[in-house]
């Protein structure tokens, strides 16, 4: 079975400084891993994802997110944070070991970027 | 192009009664999930289909949930003898099938669904 751990339900954060959303992951395989965002009253957005190779990947909107084997973590970071960054963040993951396997989403970080 | 489609956008029922969710996903796309999304529960997967294989229907809360894809395009999520529980935004997303499952997830805009 595979599963997702997102263990802040909030994380607020000042306009202009760095901010990190914790994801930590469980698969029997290996992962794909993703990073969803829900901007208020609009749907769920593709922000980033990990298949293989670098283990920093960039993405939308000056995000980017480390994928770290050894503690299973995928955590989304931005250097300087923008109230406009205010959103739902979901964490996702799919087992790449074969076959066609769902994607297991997280239950969702709120990010509060105060001006 | 059109993106991901969810009739109706809200949804508003009587305790007891059968409702019908419909997605439209975009061209193409042979693999489609359904997803509830309630406060405080964050995405939880219901069903998913991919081309012609059979369905993982793993995540249905209860056999009062079924759905079905009709012509490999059109799904249809219904849920009969609606429960207050049910209440919840319900989303459907496609996605391309490339190989080993990369392809990321095109989501709607959903069905608010209240039951009362």
């Known amino acids: 079975a595979q599963s997702v751990a997102q263990p802040e339900d909030q994380v607020n954060v000042a306009e202009g400084n760095p901010l990190t959303v914790k994801c930590t992951y469980s698969?029997?395989?290996?992962?794909?891993l993703f990073w969803y965002v829900q901007y208020p009253n609009r749907g769920l957005q593709f922000l980033l994802k990990?298949?293989?190779?670098?283990?920093l990947v960039k993405g939308s909107y000056g995000f980017e997110a480390e994928f770290n084997k050894s503690q299973t973590s995928f955590h989304l970071k931005k250097p300087s944070a923008l109230v406009s960054d205010s959103a739902l963040y979901f964490c996702?993951?799919?087992?790449?070991?074969?076959?066609?396997?769902?994607?297991?989403f997280g239950t969702g970080t709120k990010l509060q970027v105060i001006p | 192009g059109a993106g991901v489609s969810q009739s109706p956008s809200n949804k508003v029922t009587e305790k007891g009664k059968d409702v019908e969710l419909r997605c439209d996903p975009i061209s193409g796309h042979t693999a489609l999930y359904w997803y509830r999304q309630s406060l405080g529960q964050g995405l939880e997967f219901l069903i998913y289909?991919?081309?012609?294989?059979?369905?993982?229907k793993s995540g249905l809360p209860s056999d009062r949930f079924s759905a079905e894809r009709t012509g490999g395009s059109v799904s249809t999520l219904t849920i009969q003898r609606t429960q207050q529980e049910d209440s919840a935004v319900y989303l459907c997303?496609?996605?391309?099938?490339?190989?080993?499952?990369?392809?990321?997830?095109?989501f709607g805009s959903g069905t608010q669904l209240s039951v009362l």
């Open positions: 990990y298949i293989t190779g670098d283990n």
């Open positions: 997303a496609s996605s391309l099938p490339r190989t080993g499952g990369r392809e990321k997830l095109f």
């Open positions: 996702a993951v799919r087992d790449n070991s074969g076959g066609y396997q769902k994607v297991t």
């Open positions: 289909f991919q081309g012609n294989s059979a369905p993982d």
């Open positions: 698969v029997s395989g290996n992962p794909y």
